[in-house]
């Protein structure tokens, strides 16, 4: 089981340091896909230039400077507690010039503009108060996601040379057991099945908040216990598929945000607390996904992905 957050800060809303603790609580990690630019104040961000943007554009807000330290605070407790922290890129482009339309060499300067903003924060920040994080990024960092899930295919081609093990940027499959992309392995969200199995959505948040609100970005209030009830139930329900069955990694990923009232942020703390206290559960992250996978047998990951994802096989007859 892995949970996955996209665009990791800690702001007003505390909620980086509510998943690191409660995944410490729960004895889980998790992996935290960090924005660039988050560690950039907005006094310095004509530094950013995104692809296809003017320096400086950026399709969400810059931090503030609080935000920046505690983040940088989080950041540290997070690689201290074993938790995975990977990338999500820089400016947050989406639709038109947005990582869709970019080549591979557009690519390759965001990544390493990711790179410089978080390697020179202290530089840039002009903190001196603030002790150096303990890991080097180029080290840490070997897998992201992409914003909006758009252009995987170039931006496989482009993380090649920076020798990443793992992306999560495929807009979606069913419930299978991973395999490789380009030598990288492919770490998708998934389909769930949503009202008991009418149909089958994204295992993540935005997927969730468009079923829920028709497609708006906030719904009905009065509709937020429902929502978050459905919620829990699709991703129990996933869970519960793949348990029960072909045992294949689940994978959640969510937003820091508090849409609709907080409902999916609600969601994950009772998935959390309910699926990595089963018997025989492992809350890992994707960096910690990847290092199992590397030393398993070929034979046996190719019989695992034959599976369907509800199907318990004779595991004799799978696993040699």
């Known amino acids: 089981m892995v949970f996955s957050w996209d665009g990791a800060l800690e702001g007003s809303d505390h909620l980086f340091s509510h998943y690191r603790e409660l995944a410490k609580e729960y004895n889980a990690h998790m992996t935290f896909f960090l924005t660039g630019i ?84 202290k ?26 899930l758009e252009g995987q295919p170039n931006l496989l081609k482009a993380i090649k040379s920076y020798g990443w093990r793992y992306d999560a940027s495929s807009p979606g499959d ?9 030598g990288v392995w492919d770490f998708p969200l998934q389909m769930l099945p949503y009202e008991n199995g009418k149909y089958q959505g994204l295992s993540m948040d935005f997927n969730f908040l468009y079923n829920q609100s028709g ?5 009905d209030p009065a509709k937020y216990p429902q929502w ?8 129990l329900a996933g869970f519960d598929r793949v348990y029960y069955g072909s045992r294949a990694p689940l994978f959640i990923g969510n937003h820091f945000e508090d849409w609709n009232g907080g409902i999916y942020m609600k969601a994950i703390d009772q998935v959390v607390k309910n699926v990595c206290t089963k018997p025989e559960v492992k809350c890992v992250s994707f960096k910690e996904l990847a290092d199992w996978l ?16 509800a199907q318990s096989p ?7």
């Not at 069913?174 to 380009?182: L, R, V």
């Not at 004779?314 to 040699?320: G, L, M, P, T």
Request: charged share 25%.
């Open 123 to 148: 530089t840039n920040t002009g903190f001196t108060d603030v002790p150096p994080l303990p890991f080097d990024f180029k080290q840490e960092v070997t897998g992201g996601r992409a914003p909006c």
């Open 228 to 235: 978050e009830k459905t919620t829990v139930d699709s991703y």
């Open 38 to 121: 988050y560690l950039l104040p907005k006094s310095k961000k004509a530094l950013y230039h995104g692809p296809m943007h003017s320096p400086g554009d950026a399709a969400i807000d810059y931090p503030t400077d609080e935000h920046i330290r505690t983040t940088l605070e989080q950041l540290r407790l997070a690689y201290e507690e074993g938790n995975d922290i990977g990338t999500h890129f820089n400016g947050h482009f989406c639709g038109d010039k947005g990582g869709g339309d970019w080549s591979v060499e557009e690519w390759k300067s965001e990544i390493d503009q990711f790179y410089d903003f978080v390697e020179h924060w």
């Open 215 to 219: 497609g708006e970005t906030s719904g």
């Open 174 to 182: 069913f419930q299978i057991w991973p395999s490789k992309k380009n």
């Open 294 to 309: 590397d030393v398993q047998t070929p034979g046996n990951l190719q019989r695992l992905r034959t599976l369907d994802p």
């Open 314 to 320: 004779d595991w004799s007859s799978v696993v040699k």
